[in-house]
């Protein structure tokens, strides 16, 4: 069984930071792409970034230059720092892992964590 626990949302200031983290546990053999998402009320949910275990990265153009993903391979933990965050930055987010569990036989699935919060106050 693998699990993914997030934390680090909250209420901001909007121009203020916050650093989420996602740390996945478990019957893991091997994580491959680690990803944030984002789902604002009424609109559907959204890749905002992600990390492949060898460090590659891609964003979503609307926080280029103001979020950075990141991950640490040996705690199976991936983070996203958000700086400069603004109104529209506000929605619950995701930590999303391409994870084979158990052994090297096991197929890729992907596993959810169960959100949190970012509100960011104009």
């Known amino acids: 069984q693998v699990q993914l626990v997030e934390s680090g949302g909250g209420l901001v200031q909007a121009g203020g930071s916050l650093r989420l983290s996602c740390a996945a546990s478990g019957s893991i053999f091997r994580i491959n792409v680690m990803g944030w998402y984002r789902q604002a009320p009424g609109e559907q949910r959204e890749l905002v970034a992600a990390v492949t275990s060898g460090g590659s990265t891609n964003y979503v153009d609307s926080v280029k230059g103001r979020f950075t993903i990141s991950r640490d391979n040996a705690k199976n933990t991936v983070y996203l720092q958000m700086n400069s965050l603004k109104p529209e930055d506000t929605a619950v987010y995701y930590c999303?892992?391409?994870?084979?569990?158990?052994?090297?036989?096991?197929?890729?699935?992907?596993?959810w964590g169960q959100g949190t919060h970012v509100t960011v106050s104009s």
């Open positions: 999303n892992a391409n994870i084979r569990p158990y052994s090297i036989y096991s197929n890729f699935y992907d596993y």
